[in-house]
């Protein structure tokens, strides 16, 4: 099994959602509703990516990985393991609640994942901003104090962003994206989140949403002040370093290409600007993705076996996802 695998969306409806997927990518989402994810890759119990085309068409990710796991993963990941990234895009029309993950230490406590998230921003809007980790000085009580008193941004670290800037989201760090934000988010797969705040909002029953305000307090890195992004480049280079996953920027100009070997590891491809052709190549086997480009938007799972090499058809950035096996 040395294709590489693309997976049909599944699209999240989120109050703070829009329809920027549809003018960003071409994508037809389903009518009337506030996208706010596209989960790219995903295997979960609730949530199943499906292979969009090829002989392993309609399987899902799990079930791929039960029938194919040395391939896929190496010889030595168990068949029964889920896949240990999920991978979404993120149209935040509004800005998201002030929200943590559990750090390892403490989520199986609180009967939580812990989630490590990278944020790489495809598109912004004029002056927003990222709300990440606390501002410098601020103590737990003092946080607790800004809850009640409705004043909780004024202890949130903020900072304007540009597209192609990138921030690695560690567990335990309180954040929020702000509007006006496409995001690609490579995470841990996780979908615990506590929300510590909702700026007053209403979720689209009408009724406000839940917080979880003692355990986003159990959570939250206390001394963790005013951390900064990646900021964008026009060189390859990684962009995010952590135990969870390493991600590298990868940038083409029109014509240069991009190879992975057969049998190192398996390798996520997310491209975010541009657009590559995959090569066959004849010393593996390894063919090219159903016979057309990868663009703008397009993730998928480079399997352990196989070996590729793209070509950018005009200037790329490509985000090579690896070491999470």
């Given at each position: 099994m040395r294709d590489l695998?693309?997976?049909?969306?599944?699209?999240?409806?989120?109050?703070?959602?829009?329809?920027?997927?549809?003018?960003?990518?071409?994508?037809?989402?389903?009518?009337?509703?506030?996208?706010?994810?596209?989960?790219?890759?995903?295997?979960?119990?609730?949530?199943?990516?499906?292979?969009?085309?090829?002989?392993?068409?309609?399987?899902?990710?799990?079930a791929v990985l039960a029938k194919h796991a040395a391939d896929v993963m190496g010889p030595k990941w168990p068949a029964s393991r889920p896949f240990p990234l999920l991978v979404k895009w993120l149209d935040c029309r509004e800005r998201l609640s002030l929200q943590v993950h559990p750090p390892a230490a403490v989520a199986a406590e609180l009967k939580g994942e812990p989630k490590t998230e990278n944020w790489y921003i495809a598109h912004t809007a004029l002056d927003a901003h990222l709300l990440v980790g606390l501002r410098r000085g601020v103590t737990r009580e003092q946080f607790k104090k800004a809850i009640t008193d409705g004043t909780l941004e004024q202890c949130i670290h903020h900072f304007r962003v540009a597209a192609g800037d990138s921030i690695l989201v560690h567990s335990g760090q309180v954040?929020?994206?702000?509007?006006?934000?496409l995001i690609l988010e490579i995470q841990q797969n996780s979908d615990t989140t506590y929300r510590v705040y909702d700026w007053g909002r209403v979720g689209l029953d009408g009724q406000p949403r839940k917080?979880?305000?003692?355990?986003?307090?159990?959570?939250?890195?206390?001394?963790?002040?005013?951390?900064a992004p990646?900021?964008?480049?026009?060189?390859?280079?990684?962009?995010?370093?952590?135990?969870?996953?390493?991600?590298?920027?990868?940038?083409?100009?029109a014509g240069e290409r991009f190879s992975v070997h057969a049998n190192e590891q398996p390798r996520l491809l997310s491209v975010v600007s541009g657009s590559v052709r995959c090569d066959a190549d004849s010393s593996t086997g390894s063919r090219a993705p159903f016979g057309h480009a990868l663009g703008r938007g397009e993730n998928v799972l480079l399997p352990y076996a196989g070996a590729f090499t793209f070509s950018a058809e005009t200037t790329a950035i490509l985000l090579v996802t690896e070491k999470f096996v």
């Open positions: 695998l693309r997976f049909e969306p599944l699209y999240q409806e989120r109050v703070w959602g829009g329809r920027a997927l549809e003018a960003a990518f071409g994508r037809t989402l389903p009518p009337s509703s506030p996208i706010g994810e596209s989960w790219e890759i995903v295997d979960r119990p609730e949530a199943q990516s499906v292979v969009q085309a090829g002989h392993l068409k309609g399987q899902t990710l799990h954040h929020a994206i702000d509007a006006g934000n917080l979880h305000i003692a355990e986003s307090l159990r959570s939250i890195q206390w001394d963790d002040f005013e951390p990646v900021r964008a480049a026009p060189t390859s280079g990684v962009i995010a370093n952590c135990a969870e996953f390493c991600i590298r920027r990868v940038v083409l100009g």
